[in-house]
């Protein structure tokens, strides 16, 4: 039987959701990492929080497809069996989506996406999951720094966000009777494949995004993903139902 902590991260096969995971495990988790159709993005998780000295395995999920939600929990049940665990103990909702344009570009398509990844997703997954979570356990949401200011073409990704950090505090009420809390974590433009990895690669924008920040730069995944597994730790146990924003200070 473990004594270890174990985490659930949602879309961990690539950039923040792999970061958490890496930085849950070298805290000394054990990381159930998800992907929704990468299994090679999830295995490369898998292998660097082994390279760090962690344990973690890979479970497929789709946070848009609700109805397979009472199968994905079984197989979680299994695989926290397998490690002698009955319980979960943090749950980062990682995963979403940003569909971006101007007021006239939007569809009804990219809007339904966005709210149906960003707050659908991460509210059913987290009604899903909550009864496995254990008494002091913690749900980590993933914001943005665009809930706290504007910036153009990001009114129905923002708005999602918004959603989910309502949620938060909502649920961190809800689950706090049973000494679970419930965060976000609001990160500023990082360097990712988000947004068509335009933070990582487009230099003309992340100029302009480092000239919004305090620290004269653009984020980079560990400072997200230590931001989340620190949040996870003991040492933050009696923070609930806060919004940290995590974005080397954005639009001071
Ligand atoms: N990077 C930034 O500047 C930034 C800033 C603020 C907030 N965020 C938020 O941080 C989180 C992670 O973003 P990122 O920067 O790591 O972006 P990313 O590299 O685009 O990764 C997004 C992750 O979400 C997963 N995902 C999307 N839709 C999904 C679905 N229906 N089911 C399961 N997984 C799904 C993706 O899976 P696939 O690989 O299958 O697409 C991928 O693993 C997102 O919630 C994003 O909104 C990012």
Redesign the pocket.
Known sequence: MTTDKIALV????????RAAAIALATRGLRVVV?????PA?AEKTVKQVQAAGGTATALR????DVDSFPSFTSELSEQLERWGASRLDVLVN?????VFGPLEAVTAEDFDAVMG??VR?TFFLTQAVAPLLAQGGSVIN?????TRHTSPATSV?SAS?AAVEALSRTLAGELGARGIRVNSI??????????GGA?RDNAEMRQVLAGQTAFGRV?E?EE?GDAIATLATDGLRWVTAQRIEVSGGAFL
């Open positions: 949602t879309g961990a096969n690539r950039g923040l959701g998800t992907h929704r159709g990468d993005g999920l789709d946070i848009r990682n995963a979403g989506v940003g990844t960003n997703g993933v914001s943005t720094s665009l990704y966000k609001a990160p500023g433009p990082t360097a990712t494949d988000f947004n933070m984020g995944p997200i």
